[in-house]
């Protein structure tokens, strides 16, 4: 019911009344912490890689129920210091959720580099699913999204440029100090989001093989209902074939210059290669170009 009531005064509300009525749900959730469910699924990222149109999905599905307020938290990343309780209050009651396994969707999980381990600590049955798609173009789509939010005022080959000066000491000042929160790390990591290998391996090593589920967003949107089909399965739950799939939160752009791409694509050669390693096939857009 407050899922419901949520989504009805969101669209009409001005975004003061908005952030007021958030700040109440959350306030009467975390009032009521101790009676509310937990998610058993998580997906953890990769920004612009999809997340958005996998929450859609998740979101139909009979067997789920999705966070009370918004599609994901941000708990494990930068919201972790506001405590467990404060987790808790984002998800709905056990008695409304009839036996549906809860879940959310937060897309810096993947990047954050204590994420996997508080997930694991916190949520240690839990299942979480990672999309990966296309570095550059998931590079270029983050580009945009951050400067459409007044968070990047370089241009494109700039900022990748730059990249590796703004987030210098960025990803170890999060390691070393759980109270630590990176505006550069978060919001500038163009590239850095886009080697997959080792921030999945993270996950790996805490939940284990079995409870890591990785899509690739090139085969989902490609053959959207079998991808998710698959997922589905993998997960453990009953089928639900959508009646149809979108490509929602897209941020459609001008192509790359053709030198640009050729360099950013030589840059994702190695975590390419050490991302097919992980899951002993080659990615769809590394398929593509071999084709």
Request: proline residues 8%; aromatic residues 8%; charged residues 25%.
């Amino acid at each position: 019911m407050i899922r419901r009531l949520a989504g009805r005064l969101r669209p009409v509300l001005p975004p003061p009344l908005r952030r007021a009525a958030r700040a109440l749900l959350l306030a009467w959730g975390w009032l009521s912490a101790d009676l509310r469910q937990e998610p058993g699924i998580v997906v953890v990222g990769a920004q612009r890689a999809g997340t958005t149109t996998l929450f859609r999905l998740l979101s139909e599905h009979p067997d789920l129920c999705r966070p009370t307020v918004d599609k994901g938290t941000g708990y494990f990343d930068d919201g972790y210091r506001r405590g467990r309780r404060w987790y808790r209050a984002h998800f709905p009651l056990r008695w409304s959720a009839h036996g549906r396994t809860t879940f959310e969707c937060s897309g810096y999980y993947l990047f954050h580099p204590l994420a996997s381990e508080r997930l694991a600590r916190d949520l240690p049955d839990c299942q979480v699913v990672a999309l990966v798609r296309d570095p550059v173009d998931r590079a270029y789509s983050a580009h945009r999204h951050e400067s459409a939010r007044g968070f990047d005022d370089l241009p494109f080959a700039d900022a990748v440029a730059a990249e590796a000066v703004r987030t210098a000491g960025q990803g170890r000042l999060l390691a070393d100090d759980p109270a630590a929160t990176s505006f550069a790390h978060r919001h500038h990591a163009y590239l850095q989001r886009g080697e997959y290998a080792v921030q999945i391996a993270r996950y790996v090593a805490a939940l284990g093989p079995d409870r890591v589920h990785v899509v690739d967003a090139g085969a989902l949107f490609r053959d959207p209902v079998g991808v998710y089909v698959d997922l589905q399965r993998r997960l453990g739950l009953n089928v639900h074939r959508p009646d149809a799939v979108g490509r929602w939160n897209e941020r459609p752009g001008d192509p790359l210059p053709p030198d640009l791409a050729a360099a950013l694509r030589r840059h994702f050669d190695e975590p390419d290669v050490a991302l097919a390693e992980l899951l002993g096939r080659a990615p769809s857009w590394r398929e593509e170009a071999s084709t």
